[in-house]
């Protein structure tokens, strides 16, 4: 097997790309729903509320940075991850997120409280 070593700043671009392929979210809403099951256009369309050209737009992005694949059948094209990781990885930034916003909540009633003490004073 022939294999290209990545300079670290083509790895690092590398790895930027995969995560701007993410930035959008129509996209990550598209990998929430296809992560499970192949869907096709119609579909997502109808998960999602959106009209076709939009939902195509964002497939056609994940798709050139292969994070979803394109199966066609018949006269229907499906789509799916490519990779099982990405659903993990969706879900360990749920939990980073989770513990993001519980760590705001925390400050925020303790911002609730001490306005409460400076308005008793």
């Known amino acids: 097997m022939f294999r290209v070593a990545l300079a670290p700043r083509d790895l690092q671009t590398f790895k930027a790309d995969f995560f701007k392929a993410l930035a959008h979210p129509v996209r990550i809403r598209v990998l929430e729903i296809v992560r499970g ?48 990781l990405v659903g993990e990885l969706l879900d360990v930034a749920r939990r980073l ?4 916003l519980t760590g705001t909540q925390t400050l925020l009633r303790e911002l609730r409280r001490e306005t409460r003490r400076q308005v008793r004073r």
Not at 38 to 58: H, I, K, N, Y
Not at 97 to 100: C, K, L, Y
């Open 37 to 84: 099951s192949e869907r096709t256009v119609q579909e997502l369309q109808e998960a999602l509320g959106l009209d076709q050209s939009t939902v195509s737009q964002q497939l056609a992005v994940l798709r050139a940075k292969h994070v979803v694949r394109a199966r066609k059948q018949g006269t229907t094209v499906r789509y799916t991850v490519v990779d099982p």
């Open 97 to 100: 997120f989770n513990s993001q």
